[in-house]
C-alpha cells in the first residue's frame, strides 16, 4: 500500500521545474506510505514519477519504488497483488527477477501481456507504467476501485495522484464542479469520473489510460454482469461460495507483516475474522470502536462474541465528542471531499488504534453489496410484491419473492418505518428506477437551502437511469439484481474511498477479502430467488457460513452500520461546534448554498439530521481546500 503521483507532457517537451512539482506530490501523499519516499525524472524531463512507500511485501530497499525493469519500463504502484507467486513462478522463463515483490510481477506481466496484463492481476492496485521503448504511459485501476487514482490535464500536461489533494497545487484555481456537487446532494457521494473539484477525474474502476502519440485512450477492461443461471442449485452456490471464500481469504493474508482485523459485530466481519483465523492457524487481532455511554450506539458486546468464537485479542478504543470535534477537520482533509456520512469518524479513529499494533488489517467492505444486506432493498421490494400481487404479475422474472412469503421477514423493518411512511407518501407503485431513486435520494430535505437553479437535477437522475437500466449488465430478471447493481458500481466505490483514505491517513493499509472478482463474478450468475430468498437480506451469505457466525450475530436484526452519537453530541457537547461552523457557512455565501434559508436553531434543535451532517461536512471541506487554495498554490511557487 502506497501512494503515487507522477507529470507527463504529452507533447515530449521538458517540463517546468518537474523535482519540484513531484516532491510536492510526494509530500502531500507522505501519510499514505511512511517508510520510504522517491522519485524519478526521464532524462529529458517531460516525464516523472513519485512514489511514497508502505513496505508489506518484500521489505527489502530493493522494492523501493519508481521500480525499472529489465527492460527499462518503469512503475510507479499503490495495492497488492495476491497472486504474485502464481505470476512469477509462470513468467520464471521470460523474465530475470531481481526482487521478492508484486511490484516487479507487474513489470514482468506487462513486459509479456501488454496492456491485457490486467487480466492476469488478482488484488487491489493502481498504477502507472512508463514504456520507453514505445513511448507510452500506461495506466490502470483495480476492477472495483479498491485503489484510487485521480488524474489532472492542463497545457496538455497529465498529471496523476493517489489522492486529489496532491493535484490541487496545478490547478488554475479551485473551483467546484456543478456537475458533481448535484450528485454529492442527491447521494452525499459522487459517480462517474467527475469528482467535486472542477477539472480533476477519477479513473473508474477497471479502467485503464493508455497516453500515446499525444492522444489519450481510456477503456473499461472488466465489468460485472449478470449473467443469472437459472440452472444453479443452492446447495451447489453454498459449496462454491465456501470454496472461493476461503481461498481469496487465503490470498488477502499473504504478506511479510502481520495482519489483523476490524471486528464491527456484523456478519461481515465477524465471518472474515473465523475464515481468516482458521486459515492463518492461530487468531488474528481484532480492532473496535465503542460509545460507552451510549447504549443505543455500542456494539461491543457483538465484537467480543466474534473474538470469543476465535479465542482471540480484541483492542476496544472508548470514543468520545472530543475526539470528534478534535479530529473532524483532519478527517475532511484526509478524506479530500466532503464525507456520505459519519460513519469515516469511528473508522478513522479505529484505524488509528489498529496502526498503533500492526500495518494491515481486513475489512467486510463489499458484504452488502455483493450479498443483499441493505434494508432498503427489503423496503423496495416489499412495494413491488405488493404491486406483483394487485396484478397478478409475478410471472413476469421482475419479482423473485411472493407478498407471502417476505410479510414474515419484516421484522427487519421496524426502524424504518418513518422511511415507509415517507417513501410510499408519493409515487407509490410508480416505475423501479424511479422508486429506488426516491430511496436513495438524500436531497429531498436540502431544497430550502441549496440553489437548484445552478445545478441540474434532472441530469442525475438520467446518469441513474443509464447504471440502473443498464441491459449489458442487468437483464429483468429481478429487481434485486438491479438495486443490488447500481449500489455495486456506485455506492462501493464511495465507500471504498472512505476505506482507502481512513486507514492510509495512518499508514495503515485496508484488505478487503469479500472484493475478489472471482467471487463476485460467480454471486452475479446466482439466482435471485437464492441469493434474496423470501426477502432475507444476505440469504446467501448466511446459509452458507451458518456455523462460522456466532448465532447472535447472525440472528440480530438491529446493526446499524457504524453507528454514532451524533444527535446526543449536537444538541450537548458539540452543539457551538456545529453552531460556529454552519454560521460560517451562511456566512460566507459559499458556492451553490442559498445562506438566507440557513437556519441554525432548526438544524441543531432537539435532532440530528443528513441535512445537518451535509451542510456541516460542505462546510469543513470549504474551509479545508477552497479557503487554503493559497496555500496549496505556495507549495509549487
Not at 26 to 51: E, Q, T
Not at 55 to 76: F, R, Y
Not at 216 to 240: A, G, H, M, Q, T
Request: net charge neutral; with cysteine; proline share 3%.
Amino acid at each position: 500500500m502506497c501512494g503515487i503521483s507522477g507529470i507527463f507532457n504529452m507533447n515530449f517537451q521538458e517540463l517546468d521545474a518537474p523535482e519540484k512539482k513531484i516532491k510536492t506530490m510526494i509530500k502531500l501523499l507522505s501519510h499514505r506510505g511512511p517508510d520510504f519516499h522517491n522519485h524519478w525524472i526521464h532524462p529529458n524531463k517531460f516525464v516523472g514519477f513519485g512514489h511514497n512507500r508502505l513496505s508489506i511485501i518484500d521489505l527489502s530497499d530493493n522494492a523501493n519504488q519508481p521500480m525499472e525493469g529489465i527492460d527499462n519500463n518503469l512503475i510507479t504502484y499503490n495495492g497488492e497483488i495476491y497472486n504474485y507467486k502464481e505470476i512469477r513462478s509462470s513468467l520464471n522463463n521470460d523474465w530475470n527477477f531481481k526482487t521478492n515483490s508484486d511490484t516487479e510481477c507487474i513489470l514482468s506481466a506487462y513486459s509479456k501481456y501488454g496492456v491485457k496484463c490486467l487480466d492476469n492481476l488478482r488484488g487491489m492496485f493502481s498504477f502507472s507504467i512508463w514504456n520507453p521503448n514505445k513511448n507510452e504511459l500506461f495506466c490502470a485501476r483495480d476492477r472495483f476501485g479498491i485503489k484510487p487514482f485521480y488524474y489532472f490535464i492542463k497545457d496538455n500536461v497529465f498529471y496523476f495522484a493517489s489522492e486529489a489533494k496532491a493535484l490541487l497545487p496545478f490547478v488554475d484555481s479551485i473551483q467546484t464542479n456543478k456537475k458533481a456537487f448535484a450528485e454529492y446532494l442527491t447521494y452525499q457521494y459522487t459517480i462517474g469520473e467527475t469528482t467535486l473539484f472542477k477539472g480533476i477525474k477519477k479513473l473508474l474502476p477497471g479502467h485503464a489510460i493508455l497516453i500515446k502519440n499525444n492522444s489519450i485512450k481510456i477503456w473499461k477492461y472488466w465489468d460485472v454482469k449478470y449473467n443469472v443461471d437459472f440452472n444453479l442449485s443452492s446447495e451447489f452456490c453454498y459449496e462454491k461460495l465456501n470454496n472461493l471464500m476461503n481461498e481469496s481469504i487465503k490470498y488477502h493474508l499473504i504478506g511479510d507483516v502481520e495482519i489483523g482485523s476490524y471486528v464491527s459485530g456484523g456478519i461481515d466481519s465477524s465471518l472474515l475474522l473465523n475464515l481468516a483465523t482458521k486459515s492463518n492457524q492461530k487468531p488474528l487481532k481484532g480492532f473496535h470502536g465503542f460509545f460507552s455511554n451510549y447504549k443505543d450506539y455500542d456494539e461491543s458486546h457483538y465484537a467480543k462474541k466474534a473474538t470469543e468464537l476465535i479465542n482471540g485479542e480484541l483492542f476496544t478504543l472508548d470514543i468520545s465528542s472530543n475526539d470528534f470535534s478534535n479530529n473532524i477537520e483532519k478527517i475532511i482533509y484526509y478524506l479530500d471531499f466532503p464525507t456520505a456520512g459519519p460513519g469515516s469518524f469511528p473508522q478513522y479513529m479505529v484505524s488509528k488504534l489498529a496502526s498503533e499494533h500492526l500495518k494491515v488489517v481486513i475489512g467486510g467492505q463489499g458484504g452488502d453489496e455483493i450479498f443483499g444486506g441493505y434494508a432498503r432493498y427489503v423496503i423496495g421490494y416489499l412495494e413491488q410484491c405488493l404491486l406483483a400481487a394487485i396484478d397478478g404479475s409475478y410471472k413476469n422474472g421482475n419479482y423473485i419473492v411472493t407478498l407471502e412469503s417476505i410479510i414474515p421477514n419484516l421484522g427487519i423493518l421496524k426502524e424504518y418505518k418513518p422511511l415507509i411512511k415517507s417513501f410510499w407518501s408519493q409515487g407509490l407503485f410508480d416505475s423501479m428506477d424511479e422508486r429506488y431513486f426516491s430511496l436513495i435520494d438524500r436531497s429531498k430535505t436540502l431544497s430550502n437551502e441549496i440553489n437548484w437553479n445552478e445545478l441540474d437535477k434532472s441530469k442525475v437522475f438520467e446518469n441513474f437511469k443509464n447504471i440502473f437500466n443498464n441491459k449489458n449488465n442487468v437483464q429483468k430478471e429481478a429487481y434485486f439484481d438491479k438495486m443490488t447493481h447500481f449500489d455495486f458500481k456506485s455506492l462501493l466505490p464511495a465507500l471504498l474511498h472512505v476505506e482507502d483514505r481512513m486507514s492510509m491517513a495512518h499508514g495503515l493499509e485496508s484488505r478487503v477479502p469479500f472484493l475478489d472478482h472471482e467471487i463476485v463474478e460467480f454471486v452475479a450468475t446466482i439466482p435471485a430467488n437464492i441469493k434474496f430468498e423470501n426477502g432475507k437480506m444476505k440469504n446467501l451469505l448466511k446459509k452458507t457460513f451458518a456455523n462460522s457466525i456466532p448465532v447472535d450475530i447472525l440472528n440480530r436484526r438491529d446493526k446499524m452500520g457504524f453507528p454514532v452519537p451524533l444527535k446526543e453530541w449536537f444538541n450537548s457537547s458539540l452543539q457551538n461546534f456545529v453552531i460556529d461552523n454552519l454560521n460560517n457557512l451562511k456566512m460566507k455565501n459559499r458556492p451553490f448554498i442559498n445562506s438566507k434559508t440557513i437556519n441554525l436553531d432548526k438544524l441543531v434543535d432537539n435532532q440530528f439530521s443528513r441535512k445537518t451532517w451535509a451542510l456541516l461536512s460542505l462546510e469543513l471541506w470549504y474551509q479545508q481546500f477552497h479557503d487554503n487554495e493559497q496555500k496549496f498554490k505556495k507549495m509549487i511557487n
